[in-house]
């Protein structure tokens, strides 16, 4: 235990942090290590997060969205494939974005030298507050069905089941991620293999089908297609909601070995890795269900292993608690970046940008990120809510490429050992602007008001907090980061 001597020198007088490794001692002979977040992950990890966060559970549960609004087999195989392509068309933007800019936190410290930091606190208080912990959430609760199925074999499992199942896992996959991020790297590498192997079996057997004469479906498959702009737009819409995921390697890029190479290399593995997999997986989906069975069913993943790989077919509810549990782990692994950064540059409380002193994770970001997404494991329905708030998030994507146009005229000293085709970037602007507004045009509804009225609302807090910066604030959270900062035995992060 410190006495109080010791306690008063390492205070510091800003914040109230203690600035070293708490209760911890450096032998003389022993290297010291920077408190800072380490530098353990190489071009496996790297892909394998990228691939283990975009395929979750969609694509075995319900990739019908996109069969609805095109109409026909034909058409839905083009949107996916075209989905594929525009995916890594932005993700190209992001690869020279987080080369010229080696950050992390995704599209915040590019807003930020884009636009300054008004934009990348709002683009902070979105995410941080809504898009990440509910998306955590939804994964966890999906996995938590999957997982007390098998218990309940004549009903629909009880909702207090999945949702503290859904609990514990929230809760074991933040006590990962805070002891080592060599073990959470670890478990998303293990759980990415394991939905690229049910998705090897799914296609093998699909195309065993295809051999064997199960073409019908694919027999005048433009007939019926749908015609209108409103309904392929929001196709395409649907298949990109599908292929999020794609930026989630610019969240931890300063924990990159080597990320000039690993983060533009990781993510030409990777995305093309996804579209082919989404393209291939529904092509064997269609080589045993009509689009009619396909748009009907509950869980498609689990249909199709019924009719074709039967005794086994239960091999397919296992691995999509897997998938689940794997997109589960990277969407808390980046949250926590995320909210590390944006603390780090003031646009949270300090303690969130702390890092732990033994495990060099940023343990105080996951744990708040944890607990939010509990709170969203407790509503009803939380999928109509990311659906209102993922228009909002094309728009800042739109922002992010239309910033890397700006800055080839405005930051030309800047580096960059990637460029892209001035064209890749405007044609992803363009993109963007029609996913932000083919669902408000399509279908208007208040909800998308409140969305936009919530996130301009993050500037009540930002103009007192983060621009006025009154002292009193400082009085407040000075005891509460101290006792905080021994609880969890977490530093202020050192400048490299």
């Known amino acids: 235990m410190m006495d109080e001597t010791d306690l008063k020198k390492q205070k510091d007088t800003r914040n109230g942090s203690v600035t070293q490794s708490v209760g911890s001692t450096i ?30 559970s969609g694509i075995f549960i319900s990739p019908k969205a996109v069969l609805e609004g ?50 990348a606190y709002l683009y902070s208080w979105m995410t941080v507050f809504v898009l990440k912990p509910s998306a955590f959430a939804i994964l966890s609760l999906s996995c938590a069905e999957y997982a ?40 998303q590498n293990f759980f990415t293999a394991a939905k690229l192997l049910i998705i090897f079996i799914i296609v093998v057997s699909g195309i065993v089908m295809l051999a064997q004469g199960n073409t019908q479906n694919f027999k005048n498959s433009f007939e019926g297609a749908a015609t209108s702009f409103g309904a392929i737009g929001l196709a395409f819409y649907n298949g990109m909601w599908a292929f999020d995921g794609w930026n989630q390697l610019n969240f931890i890029t300063e924990e990159l070995k080597d990320p000039y190479r ?42 199709y292993g019924e009719r074709v790989l039967y005794p086994v077919s239960w091999l397919v509810p296992l691995f999509v608690v897997f998938s689940t549990f794997g997109a589960a782990n990277g969407s808390c692994f980046t949250a926590g970046r995320l909210i590390h950064v944006a603390a780090r540059e003031g646009h949270m409380v300090k303690i969130l940008s702390y890092i732990s002193s033994k495990y060099y994770s940023p343990a105080p970001a996951l744990i ?57 970037p405007v044609v992803v602007v363009i993109v963007s602007c029609y996913l932000v507004l083919a669902p408000v045009i399509d279908k208007p509804e208040f909800e998308y008001l409140y969305c936009t009225v919530f996130v301009v609302g993050g500037l009540i807090f930002y103009y007192p907090f983060v621009h006025r910066k009154f002292s009193w604030t400082r009085r407040v959270m000075r005891p509460i980061t101290m006792h905080l900062q021994l609880l969890m035995e977490v530093v202020p992060p050192e400048t490299e």
Request: proline letters at 7%; a positive charge.
């Open 70 to 119: 095109t109409g026909a087999v034909g058409p839905c195989l083009c949107v996916w494939a075209a989905c594929g392509v525009l995916a890594t068309l932005g993700a190209l933007c992001y690869a020279e974005l987080g080369t010229m800019i080696t950050k992390s936190g995704g599209a915040y410290p590019y807003l930020m030298e884009g636009y300054g930091p008004v934009l």
């Open 27 to 56: 032998k003389p002979n022993e290297e010291e290590v920077k408190v800072i977040l380490q530098k353990n992950l190489g071009l496996l990890s790297g892909s394998c997060l990228i691939v283990g966060t975009m395929i979750g």
């Open 262 to 303: 690993n983060l533009p290399l990781a993510i030409m593995i990777g995305i093309p890795l996804v579209s082919v997999c989404y393209v291939l997986v529904n092509v064997a989906y269609f080589s045993v269900l009509t689009p009619t069975e396909l748009l009907q069913s509950p869980a498609v993943a689990v249909t």
């Open 368 to 424: 708040f990120n944890g607990i939010l997404a509990i709170f969203y494991i407790i509503p009803a329905d939380i999928n109509t809510l990311i659906n209102y708030f993922s228009f909002a998030q094309w728009f800042f994507y739109c922002l992010t490429s239309l910033s890397l146009i700006i800055m080839r005229f405005t930051r030309k000293e800047l580096k960059r050992p990637l460029k892209v085709p001035i064209i890749i």
């Open 148 to 187: 007390s199925t098998p218990f309940y074999p004549e009903c629909t499992p009880p909702v207090i089941i999945s949702k503290c199942l859904a609990a514990a896992f929230i809760l074991l996959i933040v006590f990962v991620n805070c002891l080592s991020v060599k073990l959470a790297s670890y478990v």
